[in-house]
């Protein structure tokens, strides 16, 4: 007599999980229920902080973090409100959003991609959040922008510099509002001409990865464009640590420019070591030998100490700036945690409030709607002066900050010093810019 | 010539860093017979003992300086540390610059009291155990000790520099006949490599011209039999196990001005220590030495561009392919003992 190998239990299991596996698409899509991804029902609505708190970006991942959980506060109408008081926009009364309280869950991203779409997909599917914000790093924003597309939600880019975030990669759920390496090598380009003239031996260090190889295109093109020559573009692995083996050829190579293509702790590290191998007491083809870091945090020089002093680089915001919206920001920010905000954490704040805004206008969370209000959006009052964003690539366009290693910091927090403010029609581009080029916005999708 | 001796010099350098921890790693297997993925851990826990006692010698008081206002607009605290209040302005500034060296003293004592709790306290629960039990105990143990120096300093590397005599170049070049700053390295990196040379051949004395160091390479050598004739191993192994995390501790605290400290730089060294144990042989002290300075250099020069230009990616795998072609030619390493790990 045959044994049946089935139990009533194993059915069950079985059944249950491919069901579950069957419904998922249905899930994801939603349409079917509401018209759009994780539609808010109660008197609630969640949002999603993805952001590095262990790895090479975590420093900036967590001050982003603190400047996310204020951004809610101040929707909620808790604290002093912030920017909320300076906003060009008057539509958050900080009542929460369309009279629902916002809450929030984070995640780690690790700044490693298929972490953080591991995460935002946790946030999206388990947790119902209807806008994922954040992402250190552009390998993993543009990891988390796709998905988020897929899924039906809105992204709001945080630290991300990568031309492909809004170029080959652009997704019309995903916005940015930092700045990008085009955007530093345009700002950066008549600063260096004025300070090293037009004939330099440039050789980059660049991170290997799209936002390393975006930068590198972009600070090269602008440089040559003054005159300079580019010797060598080395390539270098993510979290290197020692870089001393990239660093010695630069001595005899003939340069007389180290172009460092490195954030966060890399940037730290290969900075600190190529002055302790002499390159800035240097002298090469009868000049001094001169160090840029095209992309500068305040949380990068604070671990760079002194070796950042007469560095050129560039950033999308920083406490310093005189205007209304910094000094409410920085006061809000910095009685709460002590200590001024960085540029990372003052984007995600503004995107946070951004997205807040851009509800509220469409009177509704449906990610087409959010898109649309966000789309051709002018602003001002969040720190950047009069800004948009442009609808056909989701980009920001406003002020750009040329800073310098300060070469007498009083305390901890001014260790840079701004230099200029380059005008936002000098960083501006055409959306088929060649560095731009490829890639489709694509359609919003709502998760129909 | 110049781009050799630098590749030269660089690879020594990184291969000292290899060489100490490898030597500690096969220490430990050597005596215990444990393989301790924590071993990276304790080049960390080095590492930020220097922090700290730099943190400590900067501990400062407030005074208030109405004439400067922070960046809120608050009258600004000024921070002086006690030492320079205590010492003379002159003095306190002086040691305060001195706190990486002054950190090998404290580094001593500390790690051998860490080496020996971690082995009495976990390790020794494990000694009978397979050697899967060990690595999974022992990385378990590094991600802990890793996620507690985040939880106290945060994520982001600390900078740790080197006293300022020792900042700045050697003209390598012109010792070597050659162009006067033809070949400049940085100082630092010569006394570490210098420092490294002194602690290994420390150890390697101890081990062959003391009593104590003989009755240890006899327990290496046959645990049971020392055992029989009335010597207490388990204790010498005990101190053997102190002796490697303080010999880790004091790599991690030289290296600080070359990389500054972050949670993880543990486990960045870990894998690469532990390829340097293979392909020296398990259990060989002076194979690990031969090997931490050979897969060093070979990785300096790797990363060439004339070499990459050649093989792309080369740098990020020089090593893993020189452990390959070892283990297949000589799978016991290049200088591995008969019998160690292939029961």
Redesign the interface.
């Known amino acids: 007599m045959s044994k049946s190998n089935f139990s009533r239990r194993g059915v069950l299991k079985t059944g249950a999980i491919a069901g579950a596996g069957l419904a998922l698409p249905t899930y994801l899509s939603a349409a079917s229920h509401t018209g759009y991804t994780n539609a808010p029902t109660g008197s609630t609505v969640k949002f999603g902080f993805n952001v590095p708190?262990?790895?090479p970006y975590?420093?900036e991942g967590?001050d982003e973090l603190r400047a996310q959980e204020l951004a809610v506060e101040h929707i909620n109408g808790m604290g002093d409100g912030g920017l909320l008081n300076t906003f060009s926009e008057k539509n958050l009364q900080g009542d929460g959003i369309l009279g629902k309280k916002v809450e929030f869950v984070t995640g780690d991203t690790q700044t490693k991609s298929d972490v953080a779409r591991a995460s935002a997909q946790s946030m999206i599917q388990k947790d119902g959040c209807v806008m994922i914000n954040g992402g250190s790093s552009s390998g993993v924003a543009i990891a988390v922008q796709g998905l988020c597309q897929d899924a039906g939600v809105i992204f709001m880019a945080g630290l991300t510099h990568s031309n492909d975030t809004t170029g080959k990669d652009k997704k019309a759920n995903g916005f940015r509002h930092f700045f990008n390496g085009y955007m530093s090598g345009a700002a950066l380009g008549p600063v260096l001409e004025k300070e090293y003239g037009n004939e330099r031996q440039a050789y980059h260090l660049t991170a290997d990865y799209t936002w390393g190889w975006t930068q590198q295109e972009s600070i090269a093109a602008s440089t040559e464009a003054l005159g300079w020559t580019t010797t060598?573009n080395?390539l270098t692995?993510v979290?290197a640590?020692?870089f001393?083996?990239?660093i010695?050829?630069i001595?005899?190579s003939g340069a007389d420019t180290l172009i460092l293509n490195h954030y966060g702790?890399d940037m730290?590290?290969s900075l600190?070591?190529a002055i302790?191998?002499?390159l800035k007491?240097k002298q090469v083809n009868g000049k001094d030998f001169t160090i840029i870091v095209p992309l500068y945090s305040e949380?990068m020089a604070?671990?760079?100490?002194s070796?950042i002093q007469g560095v050129f680089g560039s950033m999308n915001w920083n406490?310093q700036l005189q205007d209304a919206g910094t000094k409410a920001f920085?006061?809000s920010f910095?009685?709460k945690y002590g200590?001024?905000p960085s540029g990372a954490a003052h984007t995600c704040y503004v995107q946070t409030l951004l997205y807040a805004d851009a509800v509220t206008r469409a009177g509704t969370f449906n990610p087409c709607g959010v898109a649309e209000a966000l789309e051709d959006f002018d602003f001002d009052g969040m720190g950047n002066g009069p800004t948009s964003y442009r609808g056909s690539d989701h980009q920001c366009f406003k002020d750009v900050l040329v800073m310098k290693g300060a070469d007498n910091p009083?305390?901890a927090?001014?260790t840079l010093e701004i230099v200029e403010v380059t005008p936002r029609a000098q960083v501006e581009y055409p959306v088929d810019h060649p560095m731009f080029a490829g890639g489709d916005l694509g359609a919003c999708n709502p998760g129909a | 010539m110049d781009a050799f001796i630098l590749q030269i010099l660089n690879g020594l350098d990184k291969g000292s860093a290899y060489a100490l921890i490898a030597l500690g790693l096969t220490l430990i297997f050597g005596t215990l017979g444990v393989v301790n993925f924590a071993h990276g851990a304790l080049f960390l826990i080095g590492a930020f003992c220097a922090v700290t006692v730099q943190k400590i010698l900067g501990i400062s008081f407030e005074t208030i300086d109405p004439t400067q206002t922070d960046f809120l607009g608050n009258p600004l605290k000024v921070a002086t540390p006690y030492v320079e209040k205590w010492l003379g302005t002159d003095m306190g500034m002086a040691i305060q610059d001195w706190s990486v060296p002054l950190a090998i003293i404290v580094v001593i004592p500390v790690m051998f009291f860490l080496g020996w709790v971690m082995e009495r306290g976990l390790i020794k629960h494990f000694y009978s155990r397979p050697h899967a039990d060990q690595i999974l105990v022992t990385f378990g143990l590094a991600i802990v000790i890793g996620e507690i120096i985040k939880a106290f300093y945060g994520a982001n590397p600390i900078q740790t520099p080197a006293p300022s005599t020792f900042i700045g170049t050697v003209d390598v070049g012109a010792w070597l006949g050659m162009d006067p700053g033809s070949v400049a390295y940085p100082t630092w990196r010569l006394v570490y490599f210098a420092f490294s040379a002194v602690i290994i051949a420390g150890v390697f004395a101890f081990l062959q011209f003391t009593t104590f160091g003989m009755v240890v390479r006899a327990g290496m050598a046959d645990r049971e039999t020392v055992g029989l004739l009335g010597i207490d191993i388990d204790k010498r192994f005990t101190f053997m196990f102190g002796l490697a995390a303080a010999v880790a501790g004091m790599a991690g605290v030289m290296y600080t001005p070359i990389l500054s400290p972050h949670y993880n730089l543990g486990m960045d060294f870990l894998v690469l220590s532990f390829v340097v144990v293979v392909v020296g042989g398990m259990g060989s002290l002076p194979g690990a030495v031969l090997a931490g300075f050979m897969l060093g250099i070979l990785q300096s020069f790797a990363s060439m561009n004339e070499v990459k230009a050649l093989i792309p990616g080369i740098d990020q795998i020089i090593i893993y392919i020189v452990a390959i072609v070892i283990l297949l030619t000589r799978p016991r390493g290049l200088m591995g003992r008969k019998g160690v790990m292939e029961e």
């Open positions: 708190q262990t790895g975590a420093e967590l060598q080395v692995p979290g640590g020692d001393s083996s990239y010695a050829p001595l005899n702790g730290v590290n600190t070591q302790q191998f002499g007491d949380l604070a671990g760079a100490g070796n406490w920085t006061k910095g009685e200590f001024p009083t305390n927090f001014d």
